[in-house]
Structure formats: structure tokens, C-alpha cells
């Protein structure tokens, strides 16, 4: 019976935040779709809603059976302050962590890409540098303009202070005009985010996981 009802509560997980503790003490975690802020998204839109995600992580933290955690991400980018709050969260996690770039880890999917111990992304997988957006209706004074430089700047110093690319790199790349997709940014594809120092090493599924493994190994000093 305890087993049939730990199946059933894992399925729920799966189903209603997409997550999951593997076999070996290693909590799988997943950023999909947009990252929603305190504005709720239409019911019909994929989201990662940061509320849940939160709260997660901090029983993580506590929870002394779990040993590491791998974080996969397949995100358009989203909310700025949820987008980061997730990041630093991860970031100040004790535990070693990963994370796997799969269809693509965009604009403020980038920082929670970067804030685990050692990252990986798809030979297919995709990342976009862009400067920040808002939508909707924006003041037209320097106030309004110094708070998006601010707020890129906060971007910016996580990134930084969490991979290899260098501050003055990542700004040229945000500020490119030559991808015709985009009016200003890069796309950077696979093996080319690896080159930039934004992402460890090209892998799948088998090498993030094995990197957690390893990583709890040394930590512990034992053998899974």
C-alpha cells in the first residue's frame, strides 16, 4: 500500500510541477515553457510558476535524502524578478547541482542555466542573449530607461559571476543586429554557447546525470 501511494504521489509531482526524486537521492527538476512572474499567464500557455518552484527548492535544502539535483530547461524566458529568484535560489542550494539545456534556455533562462555547480546543453539546444523588454505601457523618461539598465545589469552580474563568459562579451552579444530573427541579440546554438563560457560542455541526459553522480561521489566520498 505505502507503495502504490508513493507511486501515486509521484505521478502528481510529475504531473503538477514537473518533478521528480530519482532512485539515487537525485531530485529532477524542470523550467518549461514561460517563467511566470506575479502576473498570471492564460491557462493555456506551458509555465513555470516561481511560487512553486520556491518553495521546492527550500525543501530541498532541507530534506537530507536528497543529494543532488538536476534542473532541465526548455524555456522561452519569461519574468525577470521570478526568472532570477529561481536562479539564486538554485545558486545558494548545498547541494551539488546540474543543469541540462535541452530545446532551449532563452533571455532570462540563461541565469538559472548558469547558476548550478556544472552545466550542459544539447548539441540542438539554443540560448538567446537579448537587452531587456517590457510589454504593455512604458513611461517615456530617463527613470524608466536607468531601470532597465539597472535591471540588465543585475542580469549581467549573475551571469558573470556564475560561468566563464566575460561581462563586455555577453553585452556585445546582446546588443548584435545581425540575426535577421531578432532585432537585436544572439542565438547561440549548442557547441557555440560552450565556446562563449556560457555552458560547461556539450551532453545529454547520460552525461548530466552522471556529473550528478560524481559530483555526490566526491562530496560524500562514497560510490553510487
Do not use: W
Amino acid at each position: 500500500m505505502q507503495k502504490e501511494e508513493r507511486q501515486e504521489k509521484e505521478r502528481e509531482a510529475i504531473k503538477d510541477f514537473g518533478q521528480l526524486t530519482l532512485p539515487h537521492r537525485i531530485h529532477l527538476m524542470s523550467v518549461i515553457g514561460e517563467i511566470e512572474g506575479h502576473e498570471c499567464l492564460p491557462a493555456n500557455s506551458k509555465t513555470t510558476k516561481y511560487e512553486h518552484v520556491l518553495p521546492q527548492l527550500a525543501a530541498i535544502e532541507d530534506n537530507d535524502e536528497i543529494q543532488g539535483v538536476l534542473i532541465l530547461l526548455n524555456t522561452v524566458g519569461g519574468d525577470v524578478e521570478a526568472g532570477l529568484a529561481i536562479a539564486e535560489m538554485i545558486a545558494s542550494l548545498s547541494k551539488p547541482t546540474v543543469s541540462l539545456v535541452l530545446g532551449g534556455s532563452h533571455s532570462i533562462g540563461i541565469p538559472i542555466a548558469v547558476s548550478t555547480d556544472y552545466s550542459y546543453i544539447v548539441e540542438t539546444g539554443t540560448m538567446v542573449i537579448h537587452p531587456v523588454r517590457m510589454s504593455g505601457i512604458v513611461i517615456g523618461a530617463r527613470q524608466t530607461y536607468d531601470y532597465f539598465k539597472q535591471m540588465q545589469d543585475r542580469i549581467l552580474h549573475f551571469i558573470t559571476a556564475h560561468c566563464s563568459a566575460g561581462r563586455e562579451r555577453l553585452e556585445e552579444l546582446m546588443m548584435d543586429t545581425g540575426m535577421i530573427t531578432k532585432d537585436l541579440g544572439t542565438i547561440l546554438v549548442g557547441e557555440q554557447a560552450v565556446r562563449e563560457g556560457l555552458i560547461n560542455e556539450v551532453g545529454g541526459i547520460k552525461e548530466a546525470l552522471g556529473k550528478v553522480k560524481e559530483m555526490i561521489c566526491t562530496s560524500e566520498g562514497s560510490v553510487i
